[in-house]
Structures are given as structure tokens and as C-alpha cells.
């Protein structure tokens, strides 16, 4: 859904940044903009979530209010991966990207946060863009944005935001472009076309160049970054640019090839640059001599309306830092921007919380109003009733009496109702086993080469779900005397994965055992929950 509103936090290596933006017209409008360096040093990689924390609550004390943000997550803290998927319905499709992530997301599912997003099509499959990060690294950033004063609601990986930026300064771009969004600690390469795009993040920022200058000086790299800035157009930083150009250089060739050959993307025809890092002098020269094509700066400001005063000198101008605030804001106010959360289930819940709390409120406000009328109604007519209350009382005992002796034919009645309820439940219950085993069976069925041995009701927690346990067995008929293969096991997998999409029962995570043992012959062991709206 787009916003009329957003407010976005970039969370950078190197400084925090916090944007307002509005929607005006078909373009965003930057309301108020404020930014916070803070030094990276070689022990940054400890201090940065203090830095950070400090920068959001400077952030927060400079504006009013702001409601939920957009946070853009640093790409350091991103893992990104591009899988493949044949174009399948969107159940089954969600099925694949879930196993697709097991296997590329070299962490337990349960350790981190992911989220996936089409990218493109190439050959009738479906490109896809896996974003992944670690619950112990993004979990404390959403929870200093709160304790800062902040409602995180969405957090976006750095490659989306530059990609929206990147297509809300070339609406209509033809061809291939690269884009690199260089940070100080990373450097993020977009190959971009109209069709799709593929990103990488390059472990390359611009604090390399400010590094090799403090090697070179006998300083530290904040006296470094003084020297950087300072004496820029002395040629202090000639030979750390150099270097740093070389090494980019390598990596886009690198990464442009193996983007072709994955996607069959075209030869980039244009290089655009953005980030801090993209501000050294003579770096964009540099590259366009070693990369034989043309390198600008991404203008993303020049693609918004600015408010006036909004945005800082020394974030404004060529090779702007507020690129990815722009991109982020692109994806709240305009359609068609690729967009994933990577916000932590426990701030998921809150957002959903908050999103449902006005209609909660609207509704409450509607019964309320709806009884207003029967409550002026009632009072209108009370005072006509009353005086008839006297003139029919001496009628009521006769009703009274009768009245008692429905009572206890009511009471009858309601017993008469929990048992015939009891043996309803008895009857469902009974029907809920055959239904059960003939849904078993019919799974079975398909899987082939595989029988139950055993089917036993566990003991359960009073109300709880029943528990069964199942033993059974596959034969392997291509190895009948040797140990079962591969190929059997994720069969056997498979059918587990059936017999949970049924709706009777779900297999519990605990429980699952596999004994190949015995030759040409699988011996699997796992527990099923049934399912409370079909009680066993």
C-alpha cells in the first residue's frame, strides 16, 4: 500500500541519516532531512551500534513527530543471494523460495530474518532476490530505533533502496547500467535493466582509501579522514585512489561476468556512482578509464522535490549521500519498486498490532453509536410504561408459576443438549480416524515402496491435541543390498512434508528419527499433532 508519508532512517558504516518525505504529485518531496557522522576507525565493527544509537537519539531530539519508519539496513549486515524458480503458482512458488533459502542462507532459518522478491525473468524461469539477516545483528539496531524514540516498520536491505533510486532518476532506461553505491565500510554493485536486476556486496568501501592514508601519514584514520578532506586536491589521495579503483575495477569485471553468465544480462553501457565514497576526487575518471565506459553520479536529489533548507551542504551536490534515503522513500510513494522486510518477527507483531489498532477503534466507535438510537428510543417510551406496570402486576402470579415450570423444563432441555453435544463429539471423533487413515493411505499411495508398521496414540496433556506416534518403512528398490540412498531419504522427506500439508494432523518438529541400518530399507519414527478443529 502507498504512503502519502514516510520517514526513513539510513543506518550507514559512517553516519545515521533520517529523512521526511511526502508524496506531491507523481514525485517524493523531501520535507526535512538531518545527518550524523560519526568516525570509522579499525574497532568501528564494536562502537558502530553505539555510534548508531547516539546518532538516532540526536536524530529524534531534532524532530517532532514522526510515526513509523523505514529503516534501510547497512549492507555489511545483509547477505544476499539469487536463486532460480520455475514460474509455478504462488503456493508452490512459496514452497521452493522456503527450501531455496534453507539450502543458500548459510545459517539456521531460525537464527535470522529473511524475506524474498522477484527480480526478474530470464527463459521462462523467475529470478529471485533472497535478503537475509542475522537476528543477533538486526535485532539490536531495531532496538536501539525504538529505544531512541522510533517505531521501526520496515527494514529495508541498502541494494533495494539504491535500485529504487537508481530507477526514479532512469524511468526510462534502455539498455544496461552498473550502478555502485560506495560506502565506507562496503560497497553495493547493481547491474540494472529494465527487465530485472542482479546486485552483490563487495566487502570494499571508501574507508580503504582513508585506511592507506593513515598507514601512510603515521596517523590514525579519524586524523586520516581530516587529511582526506582537507588536502583532497593536493594529491595526497592519488595512490590510495588508484588503488582503490583498480580493486573496484576488478570486482565489476569480475561480478559483471558472472552476473552474464547466471542472467544473461547485457555488458553494462554505463556506470553511475553513489555513496560517500563516491565523492573522491578523480575516483569517477579513474574508473571510466580502467572500465572503458562512461561513470557519473547517481543525482538522486535532482529527482525529488527539496524542500527549502531540507538538505544539508555537505550531503548535497554530486555524488549525494542521501541516495538510498531517496530510494527508500521511491518504494513507500511510488508503485512497481521491489520491496522486502527484513523487520524481526517480535516488530513485526507490534506493526501489525498498530495497523489494525485504528480500525479496532473505528469499530468500537460504530457499536456504540449503534446503540445510541435504542437507548433514546427506550427512554422516550419508559415514562408511557410505567404507569401501566401497577395495572398488570396483579396478573403476573399466575404467569410466574408457569414461568417456574419452564425454567425446569429449560433446564431439561439444556441437559438433553450437552449430551446429545457429547455424542456428536463422540461420533465426529470416530469419523475424524477414518477420514485420518484414508487420508494416510492415500499419501502413502502416492509415495510408493513405503508401508506403516505402527500407529500408536501417545499420552496427552488434558485438552490438549493428541499425539500419535508412526514407524514405518521404505524400500529402496535401485540399492535392495546396500545402504539406502540420497534419493530415498528425500523421499521419505518428501512424504513427511505431504502428510504435514494435511489437514487432519501436523508433524511435530521432535521426534523425527531415520535408521538406514538394514539394507535396501529405510526405518523412519516421527510424531503427529492432530489438528484441534478435528479432534482424534
Given at each position: 500500500?502507498?504512503?502519502?508519508?514516510?520517514?526513513?532512517?539510513?543506518?550507514?558504516?559512517?553516519?545515521?541519516?533520517?529523512?521526511?518525505?511526502?508524496?506531491?504529485?507523481?514525485?517524493?518531496?523531501?520535507?526535512?532531512?538531518?545527518?550524523?557522522?560519526?568516525?570509522?576507525?579499525?574497532?568501528?565493527?564494536?562502537?558502530?551500534?553505539?555510534?548508531?544509537?547516539?546518532?538516532?537519539?540526536?536524530?529524534?531530539?531534532?524532530?517532532?513527530?514522526?510515526?513509523?519508519?523505514?529503516?534501510?539496513?547497512?549492507?555489511?549486515?545483509?547477505?544476499?543471494?539469487?536463486?532460480?524458480?520455475?514460474?509455478?503458482?504462488?503456493?508452490?512458488?512459496?514452497?521452493?523460495?522456503?527450501?531455496?533459502?534453507?539450502?543458500?542462507?548459510?545459517?539456521?532459518?531460525?537464527?535470522?530474518?529473511?524475506?524474498?522478491?522477484?527480480?526478474?525473468?530470464?527463459?521462462?524461469?523467475?529470478?529471485?532476490?533472497?535478503?537475509?539477516?542475522?537476528?543477533?545483528?538486526?535485532?539490536?539496531?531495531?532496538?536501539?530505533v525504538q529505544a531512541a524514540g522510533f517505531e521501526p516498520r520496515l527494514v529495508l536491505p541498502t541494494p533495494l533502496a539504491t535500485l529504487a533510486a537508481h530507477r526514479l532518476v532512469h524511468p526510462a532506461q534502455i539498455g544496461s547500467s552498473l550502478v555502485l553505491n560506495i560506502g565506507a565500510r562496503s560497497t553495493v554493485l547493481l547491474l540494472v535493466e529494465s527487465t530485472g536486476f542482479m546486485a552483490r556486496t563487495l566487502a570494499l568501501g571508501g574507508n580503504s582509501v582513508t585506511q592507506q592514508i593513515a598507514e601512510s601519514q603515521d596517523c590514525d584514520p579519524g586524523e586520516a579522514e581530516a587529511i582526506k578532506l582537507a588536502e583532497r586536491n593536493a594529491g595526497l589521495t592519488a595512490d590510495a585512489r588508484e588503488t582503490f579503483a583498480t580493486r573496484l575495477a576488478q570486482e565489476i569485471t569480475r561480478s559483471v561476468l558472472h552476473f552474464r553468465r547466471q542472467s544473461d544480462m547485457a555488458q553494462p553501457d554505463r556506470v553511475h556512482l553513489s555513496g560517500g565514497g563516491a565523492r573522491l576526487a578523480g575516483l569517477a575518471e579513474a574508473l571510466a578509464a580502467k572500465l572503458k565506459v562512461p561513470v557519473d553520479h547517481l543525482e538522486a536529489l535532482g529527482s525529488v522535490e527539496v524542500a527549502r533548507g531540507s538538505a544539508p551542504d555537505d550531503v548535497a551536490g554530486p555524488g549525494s549521500t542521501l541516495a538510498d534515503l531517496v530510494g527508500a522513500a521511491a518504494t513507500q510513494l511510488q508503485p512497481d519498486q521491489p520491496v522486502l522486510n527484513l523487520l524481526p518477527?517480535?516488530?513485526?507483531?507490534?506493526?501489525?498490532?498498530?495497523?489494525?489498532?485504528?480500525?479496532?477503534?473505528?469499530?468500537?466507535?460504530?457499536?456504540?453509536?449503534?446503540?445510541?438510537?435504542?437507548?433514546?428510543?427506550?427512554?422516550?417510551?419508559?415514562?408511557?410504561?410505567?404507569?401501566?406496570?401497577?395495572?398488570?402486576?396483579?396478573?403476573?402470579?399466575?404467569?410466574?408459576?408457569?414461568?417456574?415450570?419452564?425454567?425446569?423444563?429449560?433446564?431439561?432441555?439444556?441437559?438433553?443438549?450437552?449430551?446429545?453435544?457429547?455424542?456428536?463429539?463422540?461420533?465426529?471423533?470416530?469419523?475424524?480416524?477414518?477420514?485420518?487413515?484414508?487420508?494416510?493411505?492415500?499419501?502413502?499411495?502416492?509415495?510408493?515402496?513405503?508401508?506403516?508398521?505402527?500407529?500408536?496414540?501417545?499420552?496427552?496433556?488434558?485438552?490438549?491435541?493428541?499425539?500419535?506416534?508412526?514407524?514405518?518403512?521404505?524400500?529402496?528398490?535401485?540399492?535392495?543390498?546396500?545402504?539406502?540412498?540420497?534419493?530415498?531419504?528425500?523421499?521419505?522427506?518428501?512424504?513427511?512434508?505431504?502428510?504435514?500439508?494435511?489437514p487432519y494432523v501436523r508433524i511435530a518438529e521432535e521426534g523425527q528419527r531415520f535408521d538406514n541400518s538394514q539394507p535396501g530399507i529405510l526405518q523412519f519414527d516421527f510424531e503427529l499433532t492432530a489438528d484441534p478443529a478435528r479432534p482424534l
Amino acid at each position: 500500500m502507498l504512503s502519502t508519508r514516510t520517514v526513513i532512517l539510513d543506518c550507514g558504516a559512517s553516519r545515521t541519516a533520517l529523512g521526511i518525505f511526502s508524496r506531491k504529485g507523481h514525485r517524493p518531496r523531501l520535507e526535512d532531512c538531518a545527518v550524523v557522522n560519526f568516525p570509522v576507525t579499525s574497532s568501528s565493527e564494536d562502537t558502530w551500534l553505539e555510534n548508531t544509537a547516539n546518532a538516532l537519539r540526536s536524530l529524534r531530539a531534532r524532530v517532532k513527530t514522526v510515526g513509523p519508519v523505514v529503516l534501510v539496513l547497512p549492507a555489511h549486515l545483509a547477505l544476499t543471494k539469487f536463486i532460480k524458480t520455475p514460474r509455478v503458482g504462488p503456493a508452490q512458488r512459496e514452497k521452493i523460495i522456503r527450501f531455496e533459502a534453507g539450502e543458500n542462507i548459510p545459517y539456521a532459518l531460525a537464527d535470522v530474518v529473511w524475506d524474498s522478491v522477484v527480480a526478474g525473468e530470464r527463459a521462462g524461469e523467475l529470478v529471485v532476490l533472497l535478503a537475509a539477516s542475522k537476528l543477533e545483528a538486526v535485532e539490536p539496531l531495531c532496538a536501539a530505533v525504538q529505544a531512541a524514540g522510533f517505531e521501526p516498520r520496515l527494514v529495508l536491505p541498502t541494494p533495494l533502496a539504491t535500485l529504487a533510486a537508481h530507477r526514479l532518476v532512469h524511468p526510462a532506461q534502455i539498455g544496461s547500467s552498473l550502478v555502485l553505491n560506495i560506502g565506507a565500510r562496503s560497497t553495493v554493485l547493481l547491474l540494472v535493466e529494465s527487465t530485472g536486476f542482479m546486485a552483490r556486496t563487495l566487502a570494499l568501501g571508501g574507508n580503504s582509501v582513508t585506511q592507506q592514508i593513515a598507514e601512510s601519514q603515521d596517523c590514525d584514520p579519524g586524523e586520516a579522514e581530516a587529511i582526506k578532506l582537507a588536502e583532497r586536491n593536493a594529491g595526497l589521495t592519488a595512490d590510495a585512489r588508484e588503488t582503490f579503483a583498480t580493486r573496484l575495477a576488478q570486482e565489476i569485471t569480475r561480478s559483471v561476468l558472472h552476473f552474464r553468465r547466471q542472467s544473461d544480462m547485457a555488458q553494462p553501457d554505463r556506470v553511475h556512482l553513489s555513496g560517500g565514497g563516491a565523492r573522491l576526487a578523480g575516483l569517477a575518471e579513474a574508473l571510466a578509464a580502467k572500465l572503458k565506459v562512461p561513470v557519473d553520479h547517481l543525482e538522486a536529489l535532482g529527482s525529488v522535490e527539496v524542500a527549502r533548507g531540507s538538505a544539508p551542504d555537505d550531503v548535497a551536490g554530486p555524488g549525494s549521500t542521501l541516495a538510498d534515503l531517496v530510494g527508500a522513500a521511491a518504494t513507500q510513494l511510488q508503485p512497481d519498486q521491489p520491496v522486502l522486510n527484513l523487520l524481526p518477527p517480535k516488530w513485526r507483531r507490534q506493526e501489525n498490532h498498530r495497523r489494525r489498532q485504528p480500525w479496532l477503534i473505528a469499530a468500537a466507535v460504530l457499536a456504540v453509536a449503534a446503540l445510541l438510537p435504542p437507548v433514546f428510543y427506550y427512554r422516550a417510551i419508559n415514562s408511557a410504561v410505567r404507569h401501566k406496570i401497577a395495572a398488570i402486576e396483579h396478573e403476573i402470579a399466575p404467569l410466574r408459576e408457569r414461568e417456574a415450570r419452564i425454567r425446569i423444563d429449560l433446564a431439561q432441555l439444556g441437559e438433553f443438549q450437552r449430551q446429545a453435544d457429547w455424542l456428536q463429539a463422540v461420533h465426529d471423533r470416530r469419523a475424524s480416524w477414518l477420514t485420518l487413515c484414508a487420508d494416510l493411505q492415500e499419501r502413502l499411495v502416492r509415495v510408493e515402496d513405503v508401508w506403516l508398521e505402527r500407529l500408536q496414540v501417545t499420552p496427552q496433556e488434558d485438552g490438549g491435541p493428541a499425539r500419535l506416534h508412526l514407524s514405518g518403512r521404505m524400500l529402496d528398490r535401485t540399492n535392495p543390498l546396500a545402504k539406502v540412498s540420497l534419493e530415498t531419504t528425500n523421499r521419505v522427506k518428501a512424504l513427511l512434508r505431504d502428510i504435514d500439508d494435511s489437514p487432519y494432523v501436523r508433524i511435530a518438529e521432535e521426534g523425527q528419527r531415520f535408521d538406514n541400518s538394514q539394507p535396501g530399507i529405510l526405518q523412519f519414527d516421527f510424531e503427529l499433532t492432530a489438528d484441534p478443529a478435528r479432534p482424534l
